[in-house]
Structures are given as structure tokens and as C-alpha cells.
């Protein structure tokens, strides 16, 4: 039964809340944040970093890395909740979300770098074989690192609403917890590092380039993913739960009917997987920069023909699409506060689809030539920054609603959800990653941009040729559409399930207000019976 008033307006003007409830330290915080930030840096190792490693180094088909990660995505959704559920049902006298923070990460470290330890397709056809030895070490290694990557993930979201029982902490901690996790940008710079650990020659041959690019990687890899693990480490160190747990937990059958049957929850969820397209932002950014700006090779480009002007694009590129999620992140819970959650939620939706188009939009007035005038970059940058402002506030929204839901759920049926409700959460992340790779694979599936052409076009770029001319500019408007349509599409659609949100601010907090009033009456009445005993 609902309890939802859904005749009170969505505003952030609440009153402040209970003023009892306990809550987390600012040590423990400054833990909690960089734990954060290295599992983040481990998400962008793979998510651009062997994203590309697999594409323009080891050279594998579009067609089967579309196969595999459909197959990865298909199992997420069994996965995900699964996973969830083991996390409610653990019971351990740290609690149940800081076990798993304090020896996952380990894992997730030597499996990231397994991710990495691969030949090339083109070799091994060139060779005579088949080649689907590398396809089925690549499909492998990318589901066992999802697997271990969402074990992490859960527990590492869902503790947040365990440390604090005050609304405005919570909601503290998730939109610095989003500031912090673009610092994981750090990951993205896999391929880049890779690229200057390769120390390749030009009296090399196309073979020991090749096999000094895989090695340059694997040596990124090994580097960027044990930093990541020790700072992941520090948030299983410092979290402490706070909030009390009940002995009923649901089965898993049940935990997928509440994923389906909790209104607010399930609107966000569907929000979340419509707007998935905007990870395409992230995942076709790095190549169009290193391609069409940088002649496949940031390095190499930069050492060879260094200039202000080179140095100026690359720096406002990377604050056009880093900076604006930082600044979209930090931005959003102040707010968020005046606005209400629901209304800015719908409003980044909506609004957002209007920079992602217009990237598509400027490629084509200006004919495909974006980089010629340093007006045009700028234009270009700033419609990122919008884009990603947008991409940054929404990721801080979800987050903190999700919590909402949780509580919720448990003021309803009696039962927290954390690890259930923020395993959507991980499910929509890795959806996000997935749907932008599926996307990308097809098109370039589509337009001929895969393994031999790819090999064909770096050796184009390596002699001097310009990438808008490769192909007619095809492969050059290839990556401005990736970037801009899908993503503006998915953004207007994911304000759909939204209109009809009715978990509004002030009714999240009338429901708090009740569950720290009753945790306390518990705690008092456990106290009460242990003294009488």
C-alpha cells in the first residue's frame, strides 16, 4: 500500500527533519571518497581504457564485441540483482555493506589486469588462424571483470545510506561521492599512458609496434589498477554502518517483484536505461579526439608538431567533458534545494538533449571542419560542458533518489534495500557503458570502420594524412553522430517515467522523520530488555 501524498508539492522548501540521528565523521567521509575515487579509476581502466585497447591495438571485430557485451549486458540483469540480494542477506558484525569493500578490491585488481593480457586478431588471421581464441580470452575476462566489478559496486553505493539516518548528510556525501568519482578520470588516461609506455620507433616494424603498443598497455594497466586498488582499500577501512538492520530480508524472487512493484524505485530505473545512450559522451570522446584532433596518437601528434594551439585544444576538450560533470556534480544539490529533486531531474533531461544535438549540428554547418578555428573548438567545448553538466547533475539525482527509495521501502514493508535498489544503480552504469559500446560497434559495424580499415587508417595517419579526408570524412562524421543523437535522444526520452514521480521531497522527509523515530523506540525497547534481563 502507498503512502505517498501525492497532493504534496515538489519542492526542495522542506523543513530540516528530525534533528536526532546519528551519522558519519569527516575522516570517515575523506575514507569513504577515496575508496571511491580508485574504484572509479579501476571502471575507466576498462571502460575506456580496454575499450579502446580492443579496438585500435589488439584490433578485435565490431561484430563480435557486439556479440559479447549484448551477452554481458543480458547477464547483468540476472547478475546485478543477484548480487544485490547476497549483500542484504550478509549479516557480520561490521555490518553488511563493509565486508565486501574490505576484500573485493583485490579481486577486481587481478581480473582488470587479466583484461589486458591478449594478442591481436589481426596477427593471428594474418598467421592463419582463426583468431577466436583472442575473441573468446576477450569475452571472458570483460564478464568475470563485470562480475567482480558489481560486488564491488553495490556495497560501495549502498553503504551510503548506512552511515548517516540524516537526509541532508546522505545527500552530502552521494553528490560528493559523484564529484569525487569523476577523479576516476584518471582511468581514461590508459590509453594516452599506454601510448607513451610503447616506446615505439620508427625503424620499428608494423609487428614489433604492434606487440610494443600491447605491451605499453598491459604496463598502463598494471600501474593505473594497483594505485586504484590501495585507494579503493580506504573505504573498507573507514565506513562504519549506522543504520539498524532487520532481521527479515527478502528471497530473490521477491527482491526482482519489489525492483518491479516500488513505483518510485521502478521509474527511476527505466529512466536510467533510457537515458543510457549519454555514456557515449565518454566512450566515443576519447577516440574522436585522439583521431580526428590528434592523428590517432596524442603523443606522437604533440611531440611531432607541438603547438599553443594543439596544447589550448586538448585542454579545453578535456574541461568541455571532465569539467563540466565536475561542475554539474557539485552544482546540483544546492539546487536541487530550491527546485526540488523531481523537477531539476526532469528539467537536466529534457534540457540536456539540446547541447548533445547541437555537437551534430555544428559538424555540419561547419562541413566537418571543427578544428580549423579556434572559435569553433571553443563552441564545441562549451556544448560539451553543457552536455556533461547535464550527464554529472543527473548521476548526483539518481543516486540520492535511490536512497530515497530505500527508505522508503523499508517505512512501507519493513525492510532496507540497499543492496537490491543500488544494484540498479550498477545495473544502469554498466547498461550505460554497454549500450554506448553496443552502439558504437553497430555503427562502426555499419559505416566499415573495424579491424583491417582501422589498421589501415592509422597507417594513413602515421604518413601524414588528415582524418577528415580518410573515406570521404565518413569515419570523421561517424564519431560527431556518436556522440550527439543517440545521446540527445535518450536524454528527452528518460524525462518520460519521470513526470509522474510522486516520492517528492517533502514526503521523503515525513517518511524519514518516521523510520529515525522508530529505530530509536526499537533501540530503547532492545536496551529496556537487556537491562531487565
Not at 139 to 163: C, E, K, N, Q, R
Not at 370 to 376: A, E, G, N
Request: net charge neutral.
Amino acid at each position: 500500500m502507498s503512502t505517498l501524498d501525492n497532493n504534496a508539492p515538489d519542492s526542495g522548501a522542506v523543513n530540516a527533519g528530525k534533528s536526532y540521528g546519528s551519522t558519519y565523521s569527516g575522516k570517515e567521509m575523506a575514507g569513504y571518497l577515496t575508496g571511491l575515487v580508485g574504484q572509479n579509476i579501476i571502471y575507466n581502466i576498462i571502460n575506456s581504457g580496454w575499450d579502446h585497447f580492443i579496438h585500435y591495438v589488439i584490433y578485435i571485430p565490431s561484430k563480435a564485441i557486439l556479440v559479447f557485451q549484448s551477452l554481458a549486458r543480458i547477464w547483468d540483469a540476472i547478475n546485478d540483482p543477484m548480487m544485490g540480494s547476497v549483500v542484504d542477506k550478509t549479516r557480520t558484525k561490521w555490518g553488511k555493506c563493509k565486508p565486501y569493500l574490505m576484500f573485493v578490491p583485490p579481486l577486481i585488481c587481478l581480473i582488470t589486469i587479466l583484461n589486458f593480457v591478449n594478442g591481436s586478431y589481426t596477427e593471428s588471421v594474418a598467421a592463419g588462424g582463426s583468431g577466436m581464441g583472442i575473441i573468446i580470452w576477450c569475452a571472458v575476462a570483460y564478464i568475470l571483470w563485470g562480475m567482480s566489478y558489481t560486488i564491488g559496486d553495490i556495497p560501495l553505493w549502498g553503504v551510503t545510506s548506512l552511515m548517516t539516518e540524516k537526509e541532508k548528510d546522505r545527500s552530502k556525501i552521494l553528490s560528493m561521492a559523484r564529484v569525487f568519482s569523476m577523479l576516476g578520470a584518471v582511468g581514461m588516461m590508459t590509453p594516452y599512458l599506454g601510448q607513451a609506455l610503447a616506446n615505439v620507433t620508427p625503424d620499428m616494424t608494423p609487428v614489433e609496434q604492434a606487440a610494443a603498443y600491447r605491451h605499453g598497455f598491459l604496463l598502463s594497466a598494471v600501474i593505473l589498477t594497483v594505485f586504484s586498488t590501495v585507494l579503493f582499500e580506504f573505504s573498507g577501512l573507514s565506513v562504519h554502518e549506522r543504520v539498524s538492520q532487520s532481521k527479515k530480508s527478502y528471497t530473490l524472487k521477491e527482491n526482482f517483484r519489489t525492483m518491479a512493484t516500488c513505483e518510485p524505485f521502478r521509474r527511476l530505473l527505466i529512466s536510467g536505461i533510457l537515458r543510457s545512450p549519454n555514456a557515449l559522451l565518454q566512450t566515443a570522446a576519447i577516440p574522436l579526439v585522439t583521431y580526428y584532433f590528434f592523428r590517432g596518437d596524442i603523443m606522437t601528434a604533440i611531440s611531432e608538431g607541438f603547438s599553443v594551439k594543439m596544447i589550448v585544444t586538448l585542454l579545453l576538450l578535456v574541461v568541455g567533458i571532465i569539467g563540466g560533470m565536475i561542475v554539474g556534480s557539485i552544482m546540483t544539490p544546492g539546487i536541487a534545494e530550491k527546485t526540488g529533486k523531481k523537477r531539476l531531474y526532469n528539467v537536466y533531461s529534457l534540457l540536456g538533449a539540446v547541447p548533445y544535438a547541437l555537437l551534430f549540428v555544428l559538424y555540419l554547418l561547419t562541413g566537418g571542419d571543427v578544428k580549423s578555428s579556434m572559435f569553433i573548438v571553443i563552441v564545441l567545448a562549451l556544448l560539451m560542458f553543457c552536455a556533461a553538466w547535464t550527464m554529472g547533475g543527473l548521476n548526483v539525482l539518481q543516486s540520492v533518489m535511490i536512497a530515497d527509495c530505500i527508505d522508503y521501502e523499508e517505512y512501507n514493508r519493513g525492510v532496507r534495500t540497499d543492496g537490491v535498489f543500488f544494484s540498479g544503480q550498477s545495473f544502469i552504469t554498466k547498461l550505460n557503458s554497454g549500450i554506448g559500446s553496443i552502439l558504437t560497434n553497430a555503427v562502426f559495424g555499419f559505416v566499415g570502420w573495424t579491424d583491417a580499415n582501422i589498421e589501415a587508417a592509422n597507417n594513413a595517419l602515421k604518413s601524414g594524412q588528415d582524418f577528415l579526408s580518410i573515406e570521404g570524412g565518413k569515419y570523421a562524421m561517424m564519431f560527431f553522430f556518436l556522440i550527439s543523437i543517440p545521446p540527445a535522444i535518450g536524454m528527452a526520452l528518460s524525462a518520460i517515467p519521470t513526470l509522474r514521480y510522486k516520492l517528492t521531497d517533502k514526503e521523503h522527509q515525513r517518511i524519514l522523520d518516521a523510520l529515525i523515530e522508530r529505530r530509536a523506540e526499537k533501540k530503547t525497547a532492545e536496551e529496556t530488555a537487556v537491562s531487565e534481563d
